[in-house]
Nanobody, 124 residues
Framework: QVQLVESGGGLVQTGGSLRLSCAAS????????MGWFRQAPGKAREFVAA????????YYADYVKGRFSVSRDRATNTMYLQMTSLEPEDTAVYYC?????????????????WGQGTQVTVSS
C-alpha cells in the first residue's frame, strides 16, 4: 500500500516562496509517475507539475511554468515542489499523487494514490 504525506504548506505574502514535500512509502517507486495538483474552494482539482520517478522527466502547467520546480530524492523517496513568486491565485490545498506508470501524467483521474493535502495561502 502506497502512502503519501505532504508537508510544507503555510501562509506567505505575494512574491514569497514555499517548498512542499511529499514523503512516499510502501513501494519501490522506480516505475511510478508522481505529480502535484491543487484544489481551491469551489474549483476542480487541477494539475500543477509532474515528474517521472526513474528518469526525472518533468512537466508543468503553463500557469506555474518558470515559477515552480518539481524534483525528487530517490534516496529518501521524497518529492518536492519549490514554489517561487507566489500569487494569491496560487492559494489552494496542494496534493501529491502517485501512479504506476513510466512517464508523466497530467490527469488527476489517472493517479491511484493521494496524500491528505497541505494548505497554501498567499496573501495580497
Amino acid at each position: 500500500q502506497v502512502q503519501l504525506v505532504e508537508s510544507g504548506g503555510g501562509l506567505v505574502q505575494t512574491g514569497g516562496s514555499l517548498r512542499l514535500s511529499c514523503a512516499a512509502s510502501g513501494r519501490t517507486f522506480r516505475s511510478y509517475a508522481m505529480g502535484w495538483f491543487r484544489q481551491a474552494p469551489g474549483k476542480a482539482r487541477e494539475f500543477v507539475a509532474a515528474i517521472r520517478w526513474s528518469g526525472g522527466s518533468t512537466y508543468y502547467a503553463d500557469y506555474v511554468k518558470g515559477r515552480f520546480s518539481v524534483s525528487r530524492d530517490r534516496a529518501t523517496n521524497t518529492m518536492y515542489l519549490q514554489m517561487t513568486s507566489l500569487e494569491p491565485e496560487d492559494t489552494a490545498v496542494y496534493y501529491c499523487g502517485a501512479a504506476e506508470f513510466q512517464g508523466v501524467l497530467t490527469e488527476a483521474s489517472l493517479y491511484r494514490y493521494w496524500g491528505q493535502g497541505t494548505q497554501v495561502t498567499v496573501s495580497s
